[in-house]
Nanobody, 126 residues
């Protein structure tokens, strides 16, 4: 069983930055591909970014490309999402997710992931 705990959310003005962290329990973090999703008010949860278990492959939703950066530190069992140039439409609850895999690939669908954090609120004011 893997437990995920997100942190780093908060209130920021448009154009500002936040770095979200997701720390996992267990000793198999390096065997998990990771992802970030978000749910805006009144909308379904959507994919934001993903990183492979090796960390050598990443991808982003179109609305995150060029502004967000995903990374991982296996020594700290932590995955990060650096968010720059934030916009009011980035306001959402952000969730990290993990999937145990032997594959060196990315995962984009909610159903691909085995474990989820509780979410952290990000609010961007205009």
């Amino acid at each position: 069983q893997v437990q995920l705990v997100e942190s780093g959310g908060g209130l920021v003005q448009a154009g500002g930055s936040l770095r979200l962290s997701c720390t996992t329990s267990g000793r198999t973090f390096s065997r998990h591909a990771m992802g970030w999703f978000r749910r805006a008010p009144g909308k379904e949860r959507e994919f934001v970014s993903a990183i492979s278990r090796s960390g050598d492959s990443t991808d982003y939703a179109d609305n995150a490309k060029g502004r967000f950066t995903i990374s991982r530190d296996d020594a700290k069992n932590t995955v990060y999402l650096q968010m720059n140039s934030l916009k009011p439409e980035d306001t959402a609850v952000y969730y990290c997710a993990a999937v145990f895999t032997n594959l060196r690939r990315l995962f984009y669908r909610e159903g691909d992931y085995d474990y989820w954090g509780q979410g952290t609120q990000v609010t961007v004011s205009a």
